[in-house]
C-alpha cells in the first residue's frame, strides 16, 4: 500500500511540473526547409508577460514580428528558431516580408525585396480575437555565418562560398498582446 502510494505521489508530481512551463504554446509554423519538415511553436511567456508574436498598430498600417522555436531541455526556448517580420500591411496584404532561420551556428536570411525573394502569401489577422495566419515561400535564402558571441545574434555576415536553402512555411496561431 506505501507502495502504491509513493508511486501515485510521483507520478502526480511529475505530472503538475510538467504542465508549470512558464511558455504556454500559442500557435504552431510547419516549415520545408530543403524538402525536410520542421514544426516550431510559438509561446507567450507568462513570467514577463511577453508575447513571441507582437502586432504594432500605427496610424494607416500594421506590422507584425514574430518568433517560432521549440523549448530546450531547460524549458526555454531553443534553436532552431526561425523569426519574421511581416508589414506594413493593410488588410490581408503585406509590403513585405523578412525573416531568419536561425541554427546554432547559421542564420538564413530572406526578404521579399531583395535577391532572395521571399513572398508573402495568404495572410490572415483578427484584430478581435488575435487570430493570426500566413504562409510564404523563401526559393533561395541566403546563409549568414556567426562570428562573435553566440549570445548575440547579430553578429552574422555573409561566407565566401555561402549555402542556398529554399524555405516556405505555414503558421496558424493566436497574438496573446498587441502594441
Partial sequence: MTTAFLATTLIAT??????????????????????QSHTLHTYFDTEKSRDN?????????????????????????????FSANIGPYTGDTADELTFEWFTKDSMFFANSNSRTNGQIGELSYDEATGELSFSFNAPEVVEMI???????????????????????????????SSK
Fill in 14 to 35: 511529475s505530472a503538475c511540473g510538467q504542465g508549470s512551463s512558464r511558455f504556454e504554446e500559442t500557435g504552431t509554423l510547419t516549415l520545408e526547409i530543403n524538402g
Fill in 53 to 81: 508574436i507582437q502586432i504594432t498598430n500605427l496610424p494607416t498600417m500594421k506590422m507584425i514580428s514574430f518568433r517560432a522555436s521549440e523549448l530546450g531541455d531547460d524549458g526555454n526556448p531553443a534553436y532552431p528558431r
Fill in 146 to 176: 556567426r562570428t562573435g558571441s553566440a549570445n548575440n545574434d547579430s553578429n552574422y555576415h555573409p561566407p565566401k562560398d555561402g549555402r542556398i536553402i529554399s524555405i516556405s512555411g505555414n503558421y496558424k496561431g493566436k497574438a496573446v
